[in-house]
């Protein structure tokens, strides 16, 4: 069963907007990662964020933990063209396992 | 890709041949973890090892076996009794932050 589950599946948004992607998960984490991959490519790690944290950034990258609520966000802002990739989020319950969603396909427009 | 290694790019393959995807990796990592990915689709984990000489079944180990005789190595084969083999294959390693490292992908098409 899957972990997390990011949404919208699909976003589409104008270079210089920012985009918003979600992910909601189902048990306790350790720790949330967001992945980013090039079509055709592997994932690259883009930030983690640990349980005991609510909020990182790194770069134009914003990310949001909410364990109450099992969520997380990723923000992007100030898009680009380069941003257009499938984001994922992955959860960490154990040290030996990262359990990846469905991700979210991001196409920014020039 | 930092890293981690895979070849081939592409590989073509007939029904009921047994083929082997190589995965190499210099970041001096312990676990290294096999996916497969489909069109559109998350990652599912097929086997992972944290040691050499170690391996556990992913989500979907059925029709593929795995070596970890070094611990720079961690080579996939995918048996004829895999029913849909035709997928995009990723190897990565975990990094001491539980981060994982990925290689560029090997895409398998059976025919």
């Keep these: 069963s899957q972990q997390g589950e990011e949404d919208p599946q699909a976003l589409s948004i104008q270079e210089g907007e920012n985009a918003t992607m979600n992910c909601s998960y189902k048990t306790s984490i350790n720790n949330l990662q967001w992945y980013r991959q090039n079509s055709g490519r592997g994932l690259v790690h883009l930030i983690l964020i640990r349980s005991n944290e609510r909020e990182k950034h790194s770069g134009r990258l914003?990310?949001?933990?909410?364990?109450?609520?099992?969520s997380s966000s990723l923000l992007i802002t100030a898009?680009?063209?380069?941003?257009?990739a499938s984001y994922f989020c992955a959860t960490v319950a154990s040290?030996?396992?990262?359990?990846f969603g469905p991700g979210t396909s991001l196409s920014v427009i020039p | 890709d930092g890293g981690?290694?895979?070849s081939p790019k592409y590989l073509f393959r007939k029904e009921g041949q047994n083929v082997t995807l190589s995965c190499e990796q210099?970041?001096?990592?312990d676990a290294m973890y096999w996916y497969r990915q489909d069109p559109g689709q998350g990652l599912r984990l097929i086997y992972y090892s944290q040691i050499v000489n170690d391996f556990q079944k992913g989500d979907i180990a059925e029709g593929y076996s795995v070596s970890r005789e070094k611990k720079e190595s961690f080579p996939l084969t995918v048996t004829s009794a895999q029913k849909n083999p035709t997928?995009?294959?990723?190897?990565?390693?975990?990094?001491?932050?539980?981060e994982q490292y990925f290689g560029p992908g090997?895409?398998?098409?059976?025919t």
């Excluded at chain 1, 898009?79 to 257009?84: F, I, K, N």
């Excluded at chain 2, 210099?26 to 990592?29: C, K, Y």
């Design chain 2, 106 to 110: 090997t895409r398998l098409t059976v």
């Design chain 1, 95 to 99: 040290y030996d396992k990262v359990i």
């Design chain 2, 26 to 29: 210099n970041l001096n990592h």
């Design chain 2, 87 to 98: 997928a995009f294959y990723l190897c990565a390693s975990r990094g001491f932050s539980y």
């Design chain 2, 4 to 6: 981690i290694t895979q």
């Design chain 1, 62 to 70: 914003r990310v949001t933990l909410d364990t109450s609520k099992k």
């Design chain 1, 79 to 84: 898009s680009r063209a380069a941003d257009t």
